[in-house]
T-cell receptor, first 114, second 113 residues
Framework: GAGVSQSPSNKVTEKGKDVELRCDPI?????LYWYRQSLGQGLEFLIY????????KSGLPSDRFSAERTGGSVSTLTIQRTQQEDSAVYLC????????????FGPGTRLTVL | SQKIEQNSEALNIQEGKTATLTCNYT??????LQWYRQDPGRGPVFLLL?????KEKRKERLKVTFDTTLKQSLFHITASQPADSATYLC????????????FGQGTTLQVKP
């Protein structure tokens, strides 16, 4: 079956522009996560959605970052007024439920801010 | 503060040997621990999950141990193959049941033929 998909695969933008990154989770998965991975680093948690509960936004680095999940499925991560330090690979994952379940990752979106 | 440490130096071993990777954590009482494999340019892929009341878990050539006293997990690959070359990440789940995983920075394994 289809796995987690993300688009675009690569995004190059100029400093100060807004960007939107999209994630399509596996159908039926109630939990969705966004992570950021800088070059040679581990994954940094950004935000987590579980069903209809309020999202856990504790990992968002600044108020320039926001995310929404429409209809319990597709999610969009928005970065406003991008900065060079936002350059990284943004990974989305979904799982059947939260906690104790394996997370299925998408291929990521590589964001480069010039 | 909570901290997860994996050996940042790459591990180079000969084909057929056993690879052992370490994950240490502090100021943390994880209910679960997971190991993922990540290949260059790809997202991580789940390998194994071990719970705090389990000492050891096996899957084919993989074995994970979880010592909550030492605050350490060991990840073993027996009879290693060049195809096992990748970065391996450990991830901890807190007992708060939020589903939020905290990842280590990963250890790169290189298996030479």
């Amino acid at each position: 079956g289809a796995g987690v998909s993300q688009s675009p695969s690569n995004k190059v933008t100029e400093k100060g522009k807004d960007v939107e990154l999209r994630c399509d989770p596996i159908s039926g998965h109630t939990a969705l996560y966004w992570y950021r991975q800088s070059l040679g680093q581990g994954l940094e948690f950004l935000i987590y959605f579980q069903g209809n509960s309020a999202p856990d936004k504790s990992g968002l680095p600044s108020d320039r970052f926001s995310a929404e999940r429409t209809g319990g499925s597709v999610s969009t991560l928005t970065i406003q007024r991008t900065q060079q330090e936002d350059s990284a690979v943004y990974l989305c994952a979904s799982s059947l439920e939260a906690a104790a379940h394996e997370q299925f990752f998408g291929p990521g979106t590589r964001l480069t801010v010039l | 503060s909570q901290k997860i440490e994996q050996n940042s130096e790459a591990l180079n071993i000969q084909e057929g040997k056993t690879a052992t990777l370490t994950c240490n954590y502090t100021n943390y009482s994880p209910a679960y621990l997971q190991w993922y494999r990540q290949d260059p340019g790809r997202g991580p892929v789940f390998l194994l999950l071990i719970r705090e009341n389990e000492k050891e878990k096996r899957k084919e050539r993989l074995k994970v141990t979880f010592d909550t006293t030492l605050k350490q997990s060991l990840f073993h690959i027996t009879a290693s193959q060049p195809a096992d070359s990748a970065t391996y990440l450990c991830a901890l789940l807190g007992s708060s049941n939020t589903g939020k995983l905290i990842f280590g920075q990963g250890t790169t394994l290189q298996v030479k033929p």
